[in-house]
Antibody
């Protein structure tokens, strides 16, 4: 079955960088768009970024544009999120999620999440 | 950006009773060429990631019990649980995937009365 396993979370100071990875298995990774969605502690869900199946299209929520970069390595079934210039308000659980084969913007599977804490 | 607003924020329903959650979008999420509403519902149980319940506003994801149903079109949508079970306690989110940035409602917490 679909498995999405995030890694790379941790505690980081404001202004520093962190890179999240997501190892995918149980499906043909190179056929699906992939997204990152985050959830601040005790709060709701916020979509962060999407990358098309082949990496040619990507988009971000305005609050991370210019600071975060989504990328993927289809040869290694891995999705990445490079987070630079981190802010306290970026503190959240970051979920790696899969786009549905029917519609790339529809999210149909979620990982367990990786906690990123931005604090001095 | 499309703003999604859910009501109520929280809801307490007796076991076996009906639960209804509403979701309103600030603009239509009906794609005229496909005649599909780009609206999904997710369930998030405590300590777990969200799970897709409903997409295209009314299509149940595989494996989702048929007590869950979705309805609505354009800007107004409803998630209904026909007979509440104890395992349905969760926070429910609607989400539009009509355009980026995809946006979620603020969530509705469902509890047992």
């Amino acid at each position: 079955q679909v498995q999405l396993v995030e890694s790379g979370g941790g505690v980081v100071q404001p202004g520093r960088s962190l890179r999240l990875s997501c190892a995918a298995s149980g499906f043909t990774f190179s056929s699906h768009a992939m997204h990152w969605v985050r959830q601040a502690p005790g709060k709701g869900l916020e979509w962060v970024a999407v990358m098309s199946y082949d990496g040619t299209n990507k988009d971000y929520v305005d609050s991370v544009k210019g600071r975060f970069t989504i990328s993927r390595d289809n040869s290694k079934n891995t999705l990445f999120l490079q987070m630079n210039s981190l802010r306290v308000e970026d503190t959240a659980v970051y979920y790696c999620t899969r786009g549905c084969s029917l519609e790339w913007l529809l999210i149909d599977s979620w990982g367990q999440g990786a906690l990123v804490t931005v604090s001095s | 950006d499309i703003v999604m607003t859910q009501s109520p924020d929280s809801l307490a329903v007796s076991l076996g009773e009906r639960a209804t959650i509403n979701c309103k979008s600030s603009q239509s999420v009906l794609h005229r060429s496909s005649d599909k509403n780009y609206l999904a519902w997710f369930q998030q149980k405590p300590g777990q990631p969200p799970k897709l319940l409903i997409y295209w506003a009314s299509t149940r994801e595989s494996g989702v019990p048929d007590r869950f149903s979705g309805s609505g079109s354009g800007t107004d949508f409803t998630l209904t649980i026909s007979s509440l079970q104890a395992e349905d306690v969760a926070v429910f989110y609607c989400q539009q995937y009509y355009s980026t940035p995809q946006t979620f409602g603020q969530g509705t917490r469902l509890e047992i009365k």
